[in-house]
Nanobody, 119 residues
Framework: QVQLVESGGGLVQPGGSLRLSCVAS????????MAWYRQAPGKQRESVAA???????NYADSVKGRFLINRDNAKNTVYLQMNSLKPEDTAVYYC?????????????WGQGTQVTVSS
């Protein structure tokens, strides 16, 4: 059974950095895609950064140049390095993994980790 566990959230001042981790219970080679999403209070969940086909990545315009998604295959872990954080980055951050099954994509989500950017 696939489980994803996020960690690394917390309270940080504007301009600071955090690194989020998402540990999978299976090899991350199992997945066809992995991504980080976030959801701020009163807003829809949005994609922040993702690995797509192969090792290609894409980022939301709001985080380009500040956030970096990377992975450690040996540790079954995907990271989100967040730099130059802004108050508007405050949200619950979720890890998502996708398996492209014949019946359609199967998505798995972690429980989320809170990131608060405030002085």
């Amino acid at each position: 059974q696939v489980q994803l566990v996020e960690s690394g959230g917390g309270l940080v001042q504007p301009g600071g950095s955090l690194r989020l981790s998402c540990v999978a219970s299976v090899s991350i080679f199992t997945f066809d895609g992995m991504a980080w999403y976030r959801q701020a209070p009163g807003k829809q969940r949005e994609s922040v950064a993702a690995f797509t086909t192969g090792r290609a990545t894409n980022y939301a315009d709001s985080v380009k140049g500040r956030f970096l998604i990377n992975r450690d295959n040996a540790k079954n872990t995907v990271y989100l390095q967040m730099n130059s954080l802004k108050p508007e980055d405050t949200a619950v951050y979720y890890c998502k993994a996708t398996i492209a099954a014949e019946s359609g994509p199967q998505d798995y989500w972690g429980q989320g980790t809170q990131v608060t950017v405030s002085s």
